[in-house]
C-alpha cells in the first residue's frame, strides 16, 4: 500500500516537473527572445537611420561648404590699388583690393590696317635666362635679311632647358626692331623665346613667340604698342605680375587674340623637392 502510494506521488511529481518545463522556461524564452528582439530591434532600426541621415547631411554641407570656397577662389587672385578717398585736407589714401580672374582672354577685334613702319633693323638685346648681350643689324645693304645676323638672334632665343637652337619667324624680329625704335632704342630683354621642353600646342615650342621687356617701360605702355602691330593672325599678352609681355604669330588661320595672366612667377603650388633618382614633372606654362 505504502509502495503504491509512493510509486503514485512520484509518477504525479514528474508528470508536474515535465509539464512545469514545457510551458516554463520554452514558452518563457520564446516570449523573453521575441520581446528582446522587438525591443532591440526598434531602438537600433530608429537610431541607425537617424545617424545614417545625420552623418548624409553633415556630408552634404561640408561637399556644398567646399564647392561654394572653391567657385570663389579657384582660378583668381587678390589685386590690391591704393585709392584717394575724400577731398582737400580730409582726402586720405587708402588700399582698395578685389579678386579677378587670373587668366582673361579675349578676341583682339578690330585691327589696325595701315602699314607698318619701316624698322631701322637695329637690334640690341639681353636674354635673362642665359646672361648674354648681342647686337646686330637684321638687313642687308640690299634690304635682304642677314642670314648670319638671324643666326645670331636664333642661337639667344635657344631654349635655356635643352639649349636647342631653332630658327625663329623673322617676323617677330621686326617687331622687336620696330619696338626698339619706338622706345628710343632702349635695350629689349629677352625673357624667352623657344621652348624644346614645351607642349607642342605653345607658340614656343613652334619657334614664333617671344616674350620680353624693357627697363623703364611700364609692361602696359608695352602691350598697348605693340598691339598696334598686328595686322592680323597675332597674339599679344601682358603679365603684370612677372613683368613682361609676349607677342606671337598665331597658327594659319587663326585669328588674333588678347589675353592678361595675373600669374606671378612663383605662381602655384609649392614646389616639392626631388628625389633621389628621379625627375621632376615639368610645370606647364600657360602660353
Known sequence: MIRRRLLLLGAL??????????????????????????????????????????????????????????????????LCKEVVVGTGKKAKKRRKCSRVREFQGHAAGALQTGPLPTPSGEL??????????????LWKHDGTYDEAALAKLDDIFRCKRTQEVRAMDPRLYEHLSRIQDHFGGAQIEV?????????????HYHAS?????????????LYTYAQTLDRGGMGIGIYPHSGFIHVDYRAPGD???????????????AKRKKKPGRTARAKRPTS
Open 13 to 78: 511529481a514528474l508528470a508536474v516537473l515535465v509539464s512545469s518545463v514545457e510551458r516554463g522556461p520554452a514558452g518563457l524564452g520564446t516570449v523573453a527572445t521575441a520581446e528582446a528582439k522587438g525591443a532591440a530591434k526598434r531602438p537600433v532600426k530608429k537610431v541607425a537611420k537617424r545617424n545614417t541621415k545625420a552623418k548624409t547631411k553633415a556630408k552634404k554641407a561640408r561637399s556644398g561648404r567646399g564647392q561654394v570656397r572653391s567657385n570663389k577662389t579657384s582660378g583668381t587672385v587678390k
Open 124 to 137: 640690341w638685346l639681353k636674354s635673362d635666362n642665359l646672361q648674354e648681350e648681342l647686337r646686330v643689324q
Open 191 to 203: 625673357v624667352s623665346g623657344f621652348r624644346f621642353a614645351e607642349r607642342s600646342s605653345s607658340r
Open 209 to 221: 613667340a617671344i616674350d620680353l621687356r624693357i627697363k623703364g617701360v611700364s609692361t602696359r605702355e
Open 255 to 269: 585669328n588674333s587674340y588678347r589675353w592678361t595672366d595675373y600669374s606671378g612667377p612663383n605662381s602655384g603650388k
